[in-house]
T-cell receptor
């Protein structure tokens, strides 16, 4: 069974601070996706990374896929209250099935 | 394009009852996946349907079942409800390619009393 461990589980920071969320596994994934979920809504895809060592930037968000494709990180620069939400990583395998981590609940205080 | 819709949005049932949840995918999408989300276990994969056939299945008991219709709409059924079945049930649809983005609906919040 493939498992994804996310850390930290909870994160509360002040507006303007930087933060990094981690997603680790002992398994290799063909792709790694990051989602953000807001209360009362389903997860929304932020990015997909597929190549070991790949780095993608989305405005203030930087995503990295580990060289061995077993881990990933999400770094947010100068966090804003609008970044508040549950951040989920999900690993993709060859059978179209996604394995999700339990998520990091981020609160950015004004 | 309209997004993924799920009905009902909220549901309260008692132990032992059964429940049917509905999901309408984005127009043109033939793959529909179902997930259970709880605070303790996070998002767990239930099953995926593609062109009316179950293509993948997670590790849930047989009380959880699903089906997909020719118009790609999908339903999931939970029989003999248990307290632990209380959760947010999410449906997601995607296109034909394995690399297509998966789009989630807002979910159905099921509470079992």
């Amino acid at each position: 069974t493939q498992l994804l461990e996310q850390s930290p589980q909870f994160l509360s920071i002040q507006e303007g601070e930087n933060l990094t969320v981690y997603c680790n596994s002992s398994s290799v994934f063909s792709s790694l996706q990051w989602y953000r979920q807001e209360p009362g809504e389903g997860p929304v895809l932020l990015v997909t990374v597929v190549t070991g060592g790949e780095v993608k930037k989305l405005k203030r968000l930087t995503f990295q896929f580990g060289d061995a494709r077993k881990d990933s990180s999400l770094h947010i620069t100068a966090a804003q209250p609008g970044d508040t939400g549950l951040y989920l990583c999900a690993g993709g395998g060859s059978n179209y099935k996604l394995t999700f981590g339990k998520g990091t609940l981020l609160t950015v205080n004004p | 394009k309209a997004g993924v819709t799920q009905t009902p949005r909220y549901l309260i049932k008692t132990r032992g009852q059964q429940v049917t949840l509905s999901c309408s995918p984005i127009s043109g999408h033939r793959s529909v996946s179902w997930y259970q989300q709880t605070p303790g276990q996070g998002l767990q994969f239930l099953f995926e349907y593609f062109s009316e056939t179950q293509r993948n299945k997670g590790n849930f008991p047989g009380r959880f079942s699903g089906r997909q219709f020719s118009n790609s709409r999908s339903e999931m059924n939970v029989s003999t409800l248990e307290l632990g079945d209380s959760a947010l049930y999410l449906c997601a649809s995607k296109g034909q390619s394995g690399t297509d983005t998966q789009y989630f609906g807002p979910g159905t919040r099921l509470t079992v009393l």
